[in-house]
């Protein structure tokens, strides 16, 4: 397993390695990064994802509300962890504990781990974190901002394209709607784009602003993430009634690292972009010992 968690991990690590040693030589510009990966290829994949998954309705709903419900506590854990930090730094550890990585890290180690079973179980996982990143994301951002109220909010998360394209994507599943085989292969292309562009920004941010210096707050919500997200999961499941494989698919989800997504949503709200950098960082690096320990622990579940 250990080997398998390498093997996930030494593509990401070289891929935001390579966009870090470019930004420490040459000046680029983050925001322009970040606003293609946010409004043009993240909506490509949900697209692509949700056309081309096969999701069992009912199952798929129990699952996405369990997921939902385990992020929000997860991002309760995280505005815990930032007590007594100024209100920016607050939002960004809520963040980076309650947006994990449940795409390019949850899938491959869910497939290694549980199979196709496993593995189709937690691809619904993953296109509820899209829905729960773009909607949690921009929340966290916004309420209780001075000079932002509720509708405010709202906008903000309407702003975001992913969540359009989430509900035109089911809309088309949902009445039977093929879309012409040129147009779904563009949408391939820009969705196959998605993840190195991902973590090409990680990379960015990291060469620009430096090596993350952690902190007593980077280290709580390190551990925060790490550990309290697959126990917030585990307790969630059981109480939901979840079967034990959609349950250990759960757990082993809330185990992952912070989504880089955490940090581009960040960067477009202006909030604290640095935390977020450090903690992505090393909950990436802490993983793939927490992770390990994880699935050897999933046997006992359930």
């Known amino acids: 397993m250990l080997s398998a968690l390498?093997?996930?991990?030494?593509?990401?690590?070289?891929?935001?390695?390579?966009?870090?040693?470019?930004?420490?030589?040459?000046?680029?510009?983050?925001?322009?990064?970040?606003?293609?990966?946010?409004?043009?290829?993240s909506p490509a994949l949900v697209l692509d994802t949700i056309l081309k998954t096969p999701i069992q309705v009912g199952e798929a709903a129990q699952l996405g509300a369990a997921f939902l419900l385990t992020s929000l506590l997860c991002l309760a854990l995280g505005w815990l962890c930032g007590a007594?930090?100024?209100?920016?730094?607050?939002?960004?550890?809520?963040?980076s504990v309650g947006i994990w990585n449940s795409g390019n890290m949850g899938l491959p180690i869910a497939l290694f781990t549980f199979g196709q079973a496993g593995f189709e179980r937690a691809t619904v996982l993953f296109l509820a974190s899209f829905i729960g990143m773009y909607v949690f994301g921009p929340a966290v951002y916004s309420l209780g901002r001075p000079g932002s109220g509720l509708l405010e909010a709202v906008k903000g998360m309407g702003r975001l394209p992913a969540l359009w394209v989430a509900v035109l994507a089911v809309l088309l599943r949902a009445l039977h709607v093929t879309l012409p085989e040129g147009l779904t292969r563009g949408v391939s292309l820009l969705a196959q784009a998605t993840l190195p562009m991902v973590l090409l920004a990680l990379g960015l941010q990291l060469g620009a602003g430096g090596w993350p210096r952690p902190t007593p707050r980077l280290w709580l919500a390190t551990a925060a993430r790490l550990v309290g997200g697959p126990l917030i999961a585990l307790g969630v499941g059981q109480a939901l009634h979840l079967s034990p494989l959609n349950v250990q698919v759960l757990v082993l989800s809330a185990s992952m690292p912070t989504a880089v997504n955490a940090l581009l949503i960040a960067r477009e709200y202006g909030a604290d972009t640095e935390t977020v950098a450090g903690v992505a960082t090393l909950t990436t690096l802490g993983s793939v010992l927490t992770v390990a320990v994880v699935v050897t622990l999933l046997g006992k579940v359930g």
């Open 6 to 41: 390498l093997n996930v991990l030494l593509p990401v690590m070289l891929v935001a390695g390579l966009g870090a040693l470019l930004s420490s030589r040459f000046p680029i510009d983050q925001t322009t990064v970040s606003r293609i990966t946010l409004y043009l290829l």
């Open 84 to 95: 007594g930090r100024p209100e920016h730094e607050r939002r960004s550890l809520s963040a």
